[in-house]
């Protein structure tokens, strides 16, 4: 009867502390599916706030973009405007260089350095000085738009990245997240091996 009573109380002992194993593990268990749901909902404001910040960069480099190209479109006009400045340098250029030449080659004439040939040697001047100018600018436009176009590549490729970040991030990750399933602390304990509390 005492051997017996010892395996009844010691089997109570055990069942109590069998009992009080299994509710820290189901607190244990409870607690870990807590933490992953708070995570879980941690980790997806992260990426919806870094999916809006990848739109938001996005859009700036897209407007900066439109900005670029605007930029291009008036240079190119500018390269059009001075490359005709100089064309059009080119006729009176001609008729004083025809002149001067007409001047200084007069047979049976003497030279002379009179108020004339003063004032065309100074038009072939001012022609030459002015075609000058047109073509350091017509240099200067050509480099800055050279300088656009790079900056138009740069922001296109930048955007293609963007573009690729966002379909990873909204389209794979954010789909696959979904489907993986979330399984409450009731379900923890049967998926786990345990019962049911």
Known sequence: LDFSNNNVEKADRQRNNSLALKALVDRILSQTASDLHR??????????????????????????????????????KNITVLEKAILDQEGPAKVA????????????VELCRDVAQYRLLR???????????????LGQAQAELQGLHRRQLALQEE??????????????????????????????????????P
């Open 123 to 137: 038009e072939v001047g001012e022609i030459a000085h002015n075609v000058a100018r047109l073509k350091d600018a």
């Open 39 to 76: 995570q879980c909902d941690v980790v997806d404001m992260a990426f919806r706030n870094g999916l809006q910040e990848t739109k938001a960069a996005r859009d700036q480099l897209a407007a900066h973009l439109a900005k670029v190209m605007e930029e291009i479109a008036c240079q190119e």
């Open 97 to 108: 260089h025809t002149r001067l030449e007409t001047r200084t080659h007069r047979p049976n």
């Open 159 to 196: 955007i293609q990245v963007k573009d690729n970040t966002i379909y990873i991030d909204e389209v794979l990750c954010t789909h696959m997240r979904k489907s993986i399933p979330l399984r409450d602390g009731g379900d923890q304990g049967q998926q786990a091996g345990g019962l049911q």
